[in-house]
T-cell receptor
């Protein structure tokens, strides 16, 4: 058991709405990365947060934003939802940005209709 | 831009057989990961390979890394049904983890 939790498990939203997904990292892990995994594809890196600051970003538009809090929790916010945002969203925590191991949470399945 | 390619994308094999999954990547990296994902589940870390010639084994799975060829392999020995899953390789690109498309493995009795 990795100790990384995510909520909610499943979520259904309508196009144009906003959504907030939550992740609780393993205790002591000050780095969290978020990934989007569309059905049948590999995960795609969205961004990474380290000590509450964005520390790297993949090829995602600004409507994907994040926050990291001192208590090892973090959020992924997506504004103006599009149908293509339907995916499994995974967070992964690590001890440091260059940490050897990332521990993945169970994911949040987002469906946009 | 770093690209990671896996093949095959789909693999159906019989129990007891051996097979190899290949992972090619386009730029230099000092870390290569293999993950397993069961349907509807998250990613389970299998191996982390750090240097040229690295070989790691766990049960019926063995992973190797050739950094000069930018190639990693995941070899399956005497497959069993429990190995049915999707396997991803991933390359660390300065904290930007790039994943392959995955190999969906089905092991049939």
């Amino acid at each position: 058991e990795t100790g990384v939790t995510q909520s909610p498990t499943h979520l259904i939203k309508t196009r144009g709405q906003q959504v907030t997904l939550r992740c609780s990292s393993q205790s002591g892990h000050n780095t969290v990365s978020w990934y989007q995994q569309a059905l049948g594809q590999g995960p795609q890196f969205i961004f990474q947060y380290y000590r509450e600051e964005e520390n790297g970003r993949g090829n995602f538009p600004p409507r994907f934003s994040g926050l990291q809090f001192p208590n090892y929790s973090s959020e992924l916010n997506v504004n103006a939802l599009e149908l293509d945002d339907s995916a499994l969203y995974l967070c992964a925590s690590s001890l440091t940005p260059g940490g050897l191991e990332q521990y993945f949470g169970p994911g949040t399945r987002l469906t946009v209709t | 831009e770093l690209k990671v390619e896996q093949n095959p994308l789909f693999l159906s094999m019989q129990e007891g057989k051996n097979y190899t999954i290949y992972c090619n990547y386009s730029t230099t990296s000092d870390r290569l990961y293999w993950y397993r994902q069961d349907p509807g589940k998250s990613l389970e870390s299998l191996f982390v390979l750090l240097s040229n010639g690295a070989v790691k084994q766990e049960g019926r799975l063995m992973a190797s890394l050739d950094t000069k060829a930018r190639l990693s392999t995941l070899h399956i020995t005497a497959a069993v049904h429990d190995l049915s899953a999707t396997y991803f390789c991933a390359v660390d690109n300065n904290n930007d983890m790039r994943f392959g498309a995955g190999t969906r493995l089905t092991v049939k009795p």
